[in-house]
């Protein structure tokens, strides 16, 4: 193997890692965010159900009882952009994000797994070269 060959392979192993780190957070991101839509959905779905009197999660573990008649919530539709919307709508639109979310975690979960994979191929080839 030249040595063009062995500094292509340094650059692209960091390149990889880089990559990765990228991918990585995103896969935090993507999965906070399916935990508060997750959250949110099953918050809809307490609200359709049959009211009385009900723990509310205000923040930083703190819980309030109410009791609520809700029909509809105010959610957001982008751009700073809000509407109130039935139960049944915040409910089917909360779902859809979620399997966009859904997938969108799988597809970084396999770029990820891939990139480890050629960043193992590539270690393992320069370590055989005796280069850490």
Same mark, same amino acid.
């Given at each position: 193997m030249s040595r063009q060959d062995v500094?292509?392979?340094?650059?692209?192993?960091?390149?990889?890692?880089e990559l990765l780190s990228s991918l990585q957070a995103q896969h935090a991101t993507v999965a906070e965010l399916l935990e508060e839509l997750t959250t949110a959905l099953d918050g809809v779905r307490l609200l359709k159900g049959e009211g009385g009197e009900r723990l509310v999660h205000i923040g930083a573990g703190l819980f309030v009882?109410?009791?609520? @008649?809700?029909? *509809?919530?105010l959610a957001p539709l982008g751009a700073g952009y809000h509407a109130f919307l039935d139960l049944n709508n915040a409910e089917r639109i909360l779902q859809e994000r979620i399997e966009?979310?859904?997938?969108?975690?799988?597809s970084?979960? @396999?770029?990820? *797994?891939k990139l480890a994979e050629r960043a193992a191929q590539i270690r393992q080839a320069l370590e055989r070269l005796g280069i850490r």
């Amino acid at each position: 193997m030249s040595r063009q060959d062995v500094q292509r392979l340094l650059e692209e192993y960091q390149l990889i890692g880089e990559l990765l780190s990228s991918l990585q957070a995103q896969h935090a991101t993507v999965a906070e965010l399916l935990e508060e839509l997750t959250t949110a959905l099953d918050g809809v779905r307490l609200l359709k159900g049959e009211g009385g009197e009900r723990l509310v999660h205000i923040g930083a573990g703190l819980f309030v009882k109410g009791v609520f @008649e809700a029909k *509809e919530v105010l959610a957001p539709l982008g751009a700073g952009y809000h509407a109130f919307l039935d139960l049944n709508n915040a409910e089917r639109i909360l779902q859809e994000r979620i399997e966009e979310y859904s997938k969108l975690k799988t597809s970084l979960e @396999e770029n990820i *797994e891939k990139l480890a994979e050629r960043a193992a191929q590539i270690r393992q080839a320069l370590e055989r070269l005796g280069i850490r």
